[in-house]
Structures are given as C-alpha cells and as structure tokens.
C-alpha cells in the first residue's frame, strides 16, 4: 500500500511517555504513514523530549497545562488533511484501517465520522461496546455504509476536520470523560451522519495509569451537562432521573451531582435542544442502553 496522504492522527496525551512510545511505534508502522500531531496535556516525564529522539517526524504541541479533550482542539488547528483520526496514547490503529476509513468517507459524503471496532490488547478480544455498535437500534438511510451512531468514541473514530472544526471540536466546559456525546449531537443537528464499520480495527491497551474516580465523577457530571443542554424537557427529566436512580451511592456521585447543578445558570444560557429527528434517536439509543453491558464513564 503507497502512503495515503488524506488522513492525520491526533493524540492527546498526560503523563504517559512510555504507552504514547509503544502507540507511535505502531503507528510508524502503518502502510499509510499518517502525519501525527500530538498534544501533550502538561507531562512532567519527559513525554516531549522522548518523542523528539524516538518520533522525530511527529508533531508535539505543548500548551503547558492538562486541556483534556481541548487538547484534541489544539491539534485539529494544524491539521491540513481532509480526515483526521482520533486515537489515544494507550490505542492504535491496524494497518489499512484508515485507508478504509478515508474511502468510506470519500464515497459518502453525508458520513461525519466513522468509528472502528476495537480490540483489547493483549488478550486480542473485542471490547463489550463493539457489540453495541455493530447492532445499534438507530433506523438508517440505505444509503448508510453501516450501523449508524448516536455518538461515537474519540479513541477510535476517523473524523472530517471540516465538519469536526464546523461544530466547534470538543467543549471546552467538559474537560474531559463522555465528551463525545455533545460534540456528536451537534453533527447530527448539523444534518451529519455517523457510521460503524466493523472492518476497521483500533487495539487499546488499557494503561494503568489512569485515576478512575475522577473520570466516574467528570462522566457523570458531563453526561448531566449534555443532557441539560441538548434534550428537550420531558427526554431529559426522565435520563436525568435515572441516571440519578442508577448510579452508584457514594460521595463521587454525590460530588459530581453537585457540580453539575452548580453549572445551571450558564447551562440555562447555552441550552440549545437538537431538532426532533436527532431527539428521536437520542431517545431510542437512550432506551437501548439502559440493557447494554458495556463500559460508561458514568458506571
């Protein structure tokens, strides 16, 4: 295969040198051979330096502070391919992958982002949510190339960097766990669609060296937020009862409860409810999740 010159990689990255090597010493390997920018979110180890004597060829942005997900942001303002891939420091894509990815967008011009099926190193099994993916209740057009999403995982997602920059990147409110789920509903909203193709492969090694708790918090809090923000009254009375009623009891909870309702007054300024047909598939994803058994940062 001859390097595909339509697709960049994005990678965000804090305090991880040594899983952010691994990955770009896959990614060196790809057929395609991707232009990589990464956003290194304050690291103290001596990620940037690593990647300059290892990875000369990629690019490191270095804002000097953890930006979460906004780091993404930062990277994406330099990207000069029509695609870009999202993949974490912990994640890379197997060769041919984002070739396919281009393709598909290429044909389909309706298609925002397109989200790969992901396999769980070492044990080389696919994680829990791929089955929810491949068999997503959404309708779609005939036209659609796969199961289409109602949100899609940044971890694992090629993206148009048109429609990604068009719909403002990630928000700057979340930070960080669950943030796909804003950005992906302003797509829709915008008349964009989002797919799963099973033939593309992303592997996750997860990294030890994550803080759980505060991502559960921020996930909780974040999902609240987007709840507030984009559903229409009665859809989001109803999610944020049960998610009230379903989360665990403990002080984790309960903080980032109290931090979600402290954002209301500019929650209430920025409320901008998605269209009914994006309601609509909200909801009947909504009601498919509540019987899935697959990973949320809200769990």
Known sequence: MPPDDRTSVVIITHNRRAELL????????LPERPPILITD????????????????????LSPGANLGAI???????EVTTPYLAFCDDDTWWAPGSL??????????????????????EPA???DPIVTELRHSPLPRPGWLPGPALGSFLAAATVLRTDAFRAAGGFSPRLWLGGEEELLAADLMAAGWWLVFDGSLTIHHAASGLRDPT???????RNTLWFTWLRRAPRPALRRTAHL?????R????????ARATAGLPWLLRERRPVPPEVEARLRTLEEAQRTSNARRYVG
């Open 71 to 77: 780091g993404r942001n930062l990277a994406v303002r």
């Open 244 to 248: 009230l009623r379903t989360i665990p």
């Open 250 to 257: 403990d002080t984790t909870s309960a903080a980032a409860v």
């Open 214 to 220: 505060r991502r559960r918090a921020d996930g909780i």
């Open 99 to 120: 070739a396919a990815a281009a393709d598909l967008l290429d044909a389909h011009p309706r298609v925002a982002a397109v989200t790969a099926r992901i396999v769980v």
């Open 41 to 60: 979110n304050g690291s103290t180890d001596g990620t940037a330096e690593a990647v300059a004597a290892r990875h000369p060829a990629a690019r490191v």
């Open 124 to 126: 080389g099994t696919e």
């Open 22 to 29: 691994h990955t770009l010493d896959r990614l060196a390997e």
